[in-house]
């Protein structure tokens, strides 16, 4: 059983920075490509950032681009997520998902999802 298990969310003021961790077990994270999601309250979940298997390309929507960063390390099974210059406007409900390649920032062919964590950004 794929398992995706999230950490790192919370409360932070405008400006200030979070980083998101993703770490698996039940799969080896070589394999696939990683994405990130976005959900905040009365909206649809929204594709963030994506990075790449093949060539370790990395991908962003225009909203984050430029303050967020996408990344892997292998050797401990675990992606991440940095978040610069927080806005009220990125608080939501993060979602890290492991599948088959990204369409731009948005994972295609999720097999697997994290549980999500909530990130508040507030003055």
């Known amino acids: 059983q794929v398992q995706l298990v999230e950490s790192g969310g919370g409360l932070v003021q405008p400006g200030g920075s979070l980083r998101l961790s993703c770490a698996a077990s039940?799969?080896?994270?070589?394999?696939?490509?990683i994405g990130w999601f976005r959900q905040a309250p009365g909206k649809g979940r929204e594709g963030v950032s994506c990075?790449?298997?093949?060539?370790?390309?990395?991908y962003y929507a225009d909203s984050v681009k430029g303050r967020f960063t996408i990344s892997r390390y292998n050797a401990k099974n675990t992606a991440y997520l940095q978040m610069n210059s927080l806005k009220p406007e990125d608080t939501a409900v993060y979602y890290c998902?492991?599948?088959?390649?990204?369409?731009?920032?948005?994972?295609?062919?999720?097999?697997?999802w994290g549980q999500g964590t909530q990130v508040t950004v507030s003055s």
């Open positions: 990075i790449s298997i093949s060539d370790g390309g990395t």
């Open positions: 998902a492991a599948g088959h390649f990204c369409t731009g920032y948005v994972l295609y062919g999720v097999a697997s």
């Open positions: 039940g799969v080896t994270l070589d394999y696939y490509a």
